[in-house]
């Protein structure tokens, strides 16, 4: 163990490390650095933004960004809405007319041939249904013309009436 009184003869003399240091240190500081500080000049540039905004609302109350996005719908455009409903026409839907239901089990649908009868809930000369993607829109009933089947349109369900018949 070395004294702290008595320095060691193979160890340079330590305020010979100190004054290299502090020339280093010295030299380092007096040099301007090649690169500005990139977080310093983010932060500088953050805080002019924050000074030149003005106040805005409070966070807790966001904006709506319906009235950004959106146009307003207003009835006085009579031009304006015909050119936006041509937008959708080409749109395709499926349009499919139901007959009536039933449920059968498994076994019963293996025993299907052809020839054999389905009994449906639906009544002879009851309106079928007539659905748009799957939705009940109207009613109607079955047409013959030139050898094709159709389908008259009889009745146009309203809103409150599919609420209703999805209640039964």
Do not use: C, H
């Amino acid at each position: 163990m070395t004294d702290p009184n008595k320095p060691d003869p193979n160890k340079p003399d330590q305020s010979a490390t100190d004054d290299d240091w502090a020339s280093a240190m010295a030299e380092q500081g007096d040099a301007a650095p090649a690169e500005d500080d990139p977080w310093a000049e983010a932060l500088a540039e953050q805080a002019e933004s924050e000074a030149e905004e003005p106040a805005a609302a409070p966070a807790s109350q966001p904006e709506a960004a319906g009235s950004k996005v959106f146009k307003p719908l207003d009835k006085g455009q009579g031009s304006g809405a015909a050119r936006d409903l041509e937008m959708v026409m080409d749109i395709p839907v499926k349009l499919s007319v139901e007959l009536g239901r039933t449920r059968i089990t498994i076994k019963q649908l293996l025993e299907l041939a052809q020839g054999s009868v389905i009994e449906l809930e639906g009544l002879a000369g009851e309106p079928m249904d007539i659905l748009i993607n799957g939705y009940l829109i109207a009613q109607g009933e079955v047409v013959v013309v030139d050898d094709k089947y159709g389908i008259r349109v009889t009745e146009i369900i309203t809103p409150s009436e599919r609420v209703q018949k999805l209640n039964r």
